[in-house]
């Protein structure tokens, strides 16, 4: 069975006020790439995106969850490609020891710096989200390449600079 | 652009105690068929869960959400066809008049009898927790033909009988 394409999870580890952050330099043709962005990936047959949180996060890190939280779904839209539903999760509960990933390079970086660092235009919006809210949010983002021409959080349109 | 057929929605509006269920009587090889579930259907080409929310309950019920709340992420796996991932919603805000729907009979059921209309055996499970959880949860299950072989919720295995 193929798997679903449209179907990902990303996972932000918390530890004194930092986050494993990683940066995207190691795939050719990565539309990730030079950003920064969380660990994760895509689901595999028959997985949910529990069980694919904890597979990602084991594969890209070395380290195994031991607690993890639903945080919200992003659906992403990128150009003509068909939407990715993005399960957002984060966790201050892990163990092992960190190891290098395949897809970039692992950094922990403190919550205060994150704003600093070269992200998709809505992930900073929902790093604040997380942040400030402790339900599980919905966001839309609409990119046209770079730019994020459209946002919505919980079905209502949010000002994009 | 093709629409993901393995990204989905249910809603279970909620009035005076009573949830409006949908016996489904109406399509031919419905893998729901005989059984009341809640208004839902696939997310369309790039449209988040919570716009296909709001389109499915007009178009199942005439009625239009003026509020909602995620409840759940649910991975159903049946026989060897894909897993979906059907997002849970609930709603006690909505405005409208009632229509039919093309799809089964619609019936507001007091929520103590629920339990008692033939349901999927996973969804006696998820009513439960509608009723007890506040906070947003995730439950896996498998079945095999009729029968739930494998239900985990948030992770850890739930008996099945």
Same mark, same amino acid.
């Given at each position: ?29 990565? +539309?990730?790439?030079?950003? !920064?962005?969380? +660990? =994760? ?5 028959? #997985?949910?995106? #529990?069980?694919?949180? +904890? ?20 659906? @992403? ?11 957002? @999760?984060?966790?201050?509960? @892990?163990?092992?020891?960190?190891? #290098? ?16 660092? *070269?992200? !998709?235009? =809505? ?18 983002? +609409?990119?046209?390449? *770079? ?15």
């Amino acid at each position: 069975m193929e798997n679903p394409r449209n179907v990902t999870v990303v996972c932000y580890l918390e530890k004194e006020d930092q986050l494993l952050m990683l940066y995207r330099n190691k795939k050719k043709n990565d +539309v990730n790439g030079g950003k !920064w962005i969380g +660990v =994760g990936g895509h689901v595999e047959a028959n #997985e949910s995106p #529990e069980e694919c949180v +904890v597979r990602e996060v084991r594969e890209e890190t070395g380290y195994t969850l031991l607690d993890y939280r639903y945080r919200g779904i992003l659906t @992403f839209c990128y150009n003509d490609e068909p939407a990715m539903y993005l399960f957002l @999760f984060t966790s201050d509960r @892990f163990t092992g020891e960190q190891t #290098e990933c395949d897809e970039g390079e692992l950094k922990w970086i403190p919550k205060a710096e994150i704003d600093q660092l *070269d992200l !998709w235009q =809505g992930d900073r919006i929902f790093h604040k989200l997380l942040e400030t809210r402790d339900d599980f949010f919905a966001m839309k983002m +609409v990119y046209e390449g *770079d730019t994020l021409v459209e946002c919505t959080l919980d079905g209502k349109k949010v000002e994009v600079s």
